[in-house]
């Protein structure tokens, strides 16, 4: 009987320290210190990337040669051959495969090369660098979009919530990866704050934008 008796308050005590950890203000806490974590890891990332590959040959930053290389055929005066593999493959094989890369095509429609275009101009790293920032402001508004949405919510709860997106891993490791993940996010979030507030042109702006996934775009409109 003592010993269930032990059990018992052994749980309710664990309960209890989980309830404490996982409410403002100490979650907000542990979140701020590990989005400062994945600041300080983007960083060494950004001051590790010199060109498309590593050192070891292979693909650096994710899809972001191929996002890269559509924004030199747009801001190159090449936008009507955007789609022309060959010109893509003759580009990356002296960009990339001479330094032991592999082809990666742009297949995305045309929106995300004009994006692409004037961040070129910064050079691989400073494109990158510039990519992330972008990403990083998208999704950014898109939060803030959804902000007033969550009603009876306390400002640090609030907070704690846009920050665990933020640092949820998936989320992180895309952006890492120069992937458009982030971007993604954030412009659905942007959806959904426009449409809670009835602003049905900025939603379909919004969704217009989103049409670079178009399965997304798909299942938005359906909702």
């Not at 005590?13 to 890891?41: H, W």
Request: aromatic share 10%; charged share 10%; hydrophobic share 50%.
């Amino acid at each position: 009987m003592s010993d269930e008796r032990g059990a018992a308050i052994s749980v309710a005590g664990l309960s209890e320290v989980l309830e404490k950890v996982t409410r403002p203000p100490l979650i907000t806490a542990m979140l701020a210190v590990l989005l400062s974590s994945f600041l300080l890891v983007a960083l060494l990332n950004l001051a590790g990337t010199t060109g498309p590959t590593n050192d070891d040959g292979t693909i650096c930053c994710g899809d972001f040669t191929a996002f890269w290389t559509g924004g030199w055929l747009v801001a190159s005066g090449q936008g009507p051959q955007l789609y022309d593999l060959d010109l893509q493959v003759a580009y990356q094989a002296e960009f990339v495969a001479s330094n032991g890369g592999s082809f990666q095509p742009y297949n995305y429609p045309p929106t995300l090369a004009l994006v692409m275009a004037p961040m070129v101009l910064a050079g691989y790293r400073g494109a990158f660098a510039l990519f992330g920032l972008f990403s990083a402001t998208v999704l950014g508004l898109g939060l803030a979009s959804v902000w007033p949405h969550l009603d009876g919510w306390r400002t640090t709860a609030r907070a704690s919530a846009m920050m665990a997106v933020v640092a949820y891993h998936p989320v992180m490791a895309t952006m890492l990866g120069g992937q458009t993940s982030a971007i993604t996010l954030g412009l659905i979030c942007a959806h959904y704050g426009a449409v809670r507030k009835g602003r049905w042109v900025l939603a379909g702006v919004v969704l217009g934008l989103i049409a670079y996934k178009p399965q997304f775009t798909f299942v938005l409109a359906l909702w």
